[in-house]
């Protein structure tokens, strides 16, 4: 599965923004998938995950309520919607694909349990 996320940009505080990746192969409707970020000078942190179904879903907690998740299979598509965002949130966006296996058994969360990842888009939010 190859990936490549989109729609990143700069929006002022407050604003919204809609990333977008997009997988190639036909494993896609398959694999769980996730949303990761890094500031600069910050370790990755989790963001969302959805499973293959769409389903079950995984928010970080300062995400909670201004972030969605959300994929259409049909299109080989995973999308997180951004709201209300704030300077904070600024940072490298990456989506991800992890085997359905391991969101079962807890790894939804957790970078390393991620097989595929896409290169990234940059999301800046001014104040």
């Known amino acids: 599965v190859q990936l490549q996320a989109s729609g990143g940009g700069l929006v002022q505080a407050g604003g919204s923004l809609r990333l977008s990746c997009a997988a190639s192969?036909?494993?896609?409707?398959?694999?769980?998938m996730g949303w990761f970020r890094q500031a600069l000078g910050k370790e990755r942190e989790f963001v969302a995950a959805?499973?293959?179904?769409?389903?079950?879903?995984y928010y970080a907690d300062s995400m909670k309520g201004r972030f969605t998740i959300s994929r259409d299979n049909a299109k080989n598509s995973v999308y997180l919607q951004m709201n209300s965002l704030k300077p904070e949130d600024t940072a490298v966006y990456y989506c991800?694909?992890?085997?359905?296996?391991?969101?079962?058994?807890?790894?939804?969360?957790?970078?390393?349990?991620?097989?595929?990842w896409g290169q990234g888009t940059q999301v800046t939010v001014s104040s």
């Open positions: 959805m499973f293959y179904s769409g389903g079950i879903t």
């Open positions: 192969g036909r494993a896609f409707s398959t694999y769980a």
């Open positions: 991800a694909a992890q085997r359905p296996n391991e969101y079962y058994s807890g790894g939804a969360t957790l970078g390393p349990r991620y097989e595929y």
